[in-house]
């Protein structure tokens, strides 16, 4: 045996030793990063995101070309960031539907015990997520700090939903007008969610089929592309540095009208507000 390779040997052997010795201390010190990492990746590693990465990955290796492979991966990299961010918006947004009951539970409770916070205590325990922990965020920001105005800017701070504003608004009223006067005031916003509600739910059966047409058209495109990937005869067509700039074109052309009729229809929906 050379020398060299008893040198490597011996090397190898003093790191075990070492990883051996002090494998307590390093398990310790990367206990917590590794902890950090895995909830960083759960947040992002989702099935919103690994789906189109890996639809694009899959196509990049059976396509031919590499100017279609970097084009599929970026494509795939751009929609999974779109897809998290809409899912992300989707799960931090509120229902008009809870403020709605949230708006006439708290209405129920205030009139029993005129006191805002105290009915907004019993009232959290009605509601569900994201909305609850909006309504406990201001609650623990007032008996933490005895003021409700610090309790109304820390729910400004974390949401802009205009129905939510409006119910601080009134919120903020109550402390200097009469009770019966605020239970007024939450009985026209009710109402006026009530309405918002239903405008909703009509926009949402009219607007069904083009939401329904439009995943059609997308899943379509998708199995068309795999197909043709899996063809070697029709894929070979994109070998060439022509068929990979048409593939391209063509491409951004069908992502890029897919966003704008989602674009169009989250619009619409926007619109009621």
Same mark, same amino acid.
């Given at each position: 045996m050379s020398r060299d390779m008893l040198l490597l040997l011996g090397m190898g052997l003093a790191v075990i030793l070492v990883l051996l010795v002090l494998w307590d201390d390093l398990e310790r010190l990367t206990r917590v990063p590794i902890r950090r990492l895995r909830a960083g990746a759960s947040t992002y590693l989702t099935r919103t995101t690994l789906v189109p990465m890996g639809i694009s990955v899959f196509l990049a290796i059976v396509y031919p070309? %590499?100017?279609?492979?970097l084009y599929l991966v970026i494509v795939g990299l751009v929609v999974a960031r779109y897809a998290f961010r809409k899912h992300s918006s989707e799960e931090v947004d509120v229902p008009i539907r809870e403020i709605a009951q949230l708006v006439l539970t708290f209405r129920g409770t205030y +009139?029993? +015990?005129?006191s805002v916070f105290s009915s907004l205590a019993e009232v959290s325990k009605k509601l569900s997520s994201p909305l609850r922990e909006l309504i406990d965020a201001v609650v623990t920001t007032y008996y933490l700090t005895s003021s409700g105005e610090r309790a109304y800017q820390e729910l400004r701070r974390r949401t802009d939903?205009?129905?939510l504003n409006q119910f601080i608004y009134i919120l903020e009223m109550s402390e200097t007008a009469h009770p019966e006067a605020v239970v007024v005031a939450l009985d026209g916003f009710a109402a006026r969610l009530r309405r918002h509600v239903e405008l909703r739910r009509q926009i949402d059966t009219s607007l069904g089929p083009i939401t329904s047409q439009v995943s059609f058209l997308q899943g379509l495109s998708i199995v068309i592309v795999i197909a043709v990937g899996l063809i070697p005869t029709l894929r070979r067509a994109y070998s060439s540095v022509t068929g990979q700039v048409v593939f391209m074109f063509v %491409?951004? %052309?069908a992502v890029g009208t897919s966003y704008y009729i989602e674009q169009r229809i989250r619009s619409l929906k926007e619109r009621i507000t």
């Open positions: 070309g %590499a100017m279609i492979k +009139q029993l +015990q005129p939903n205009v129905y %491409a951004t %052309a």
